[in-house]
């Protein structure tokens, strides 16, 4: 029974990597998604590059694939396409190479006259907003970012913790700024014995808070999110997983 409990809280573990990766995934999209039509704004449409020889065969198969398997799901459609386009001999696939070639001349073209058109000052708006946004979004992004990996919190330190005690004692019709006001001047006028319980609990959650922190890093290791990763902590994993293969 113990191991089984085991095993599916490892299962649980993993189903919750995989969601906190998906929402990431999807919030990445959007912020994508918000940066192109802020450009759209700024910007006239810009060509789009023509589809790769590989969609190109993908596009002339499917309506026989489907005519065979009228309920073929796409993802099926592109798996059977690339096994078949991986068995083409250079000749089958010719027709597909220079229908490519051919819109990517047009398109290239298309991008010049594209390229000419913008103005400077069109150019330096975009660049503008583009950093304005890159910005705003990095600051708002990473906090998203770590609250959908699900990162462990700072804990209070000891004023925080001493307020923390004294929020079921406030005075409902007392602003909150003078509350906070009022509790900071007390704070400051306790005895270093009288702090010690707090400053007690403070360094009880910050080591707590460092093994959790710690435990959630290597989990983002083992999910390939090393980017939120402290390199004293990448190191320490690279180094125990070299011992581990010794």
Known sequence: MVYFGRFIF?????????????????????????????????????????????????????????????????????????KEWAELDFTEKECFIDQYNTKFEVYKNELKEYNDSLTDEQRQLWKKKKKEYEKINSDVGNKRKYEMLGKPKKPPNAYFCY??????????????????????????????????????????????????????????IQSGHIDVVRSKILTKYKNTKKENKE
Not at 59 to 68: G, Y
Not at 185 to 205: F, V
């Open 163 to 220: 307020i923390s005690s004294k929020k079921n004692n406030k005075n409902p019709d007392m602003p909150s700024k003078e509350w906070i006001k009022l509790l900071t001047t007390s704070w400051k006028e306790l005895s270093e014995a009288e702090k010690e319980s707090y400053i007690t609990k403070a360094t009880q959650l910050q080591t707590q808070y460092y093994k959790d922190l710690e435990k959630w890093e290597m989990e983002m």
């Open 10 to 82: 490892l299962m649980r573990s993993d189903n919750l990597l995989r969601t906190r990766n998906c929402l990431l995934n999807l919030y990445q999209n959007a912020s994508k998604c918000t940066l192109n039509r802020l450009k759209d704004t700024i910007l006239p449409p810009k060509p789009k590059k023509p589809e790769p020889p590989f969609l190109l065969y993908v596009k002339h198969v499917k309506p026989i694939f489907l005519k065979e398997t009228p309920d073929m799901r796409y993802s099926l459609i592109l798996k059977r396409a690339s």
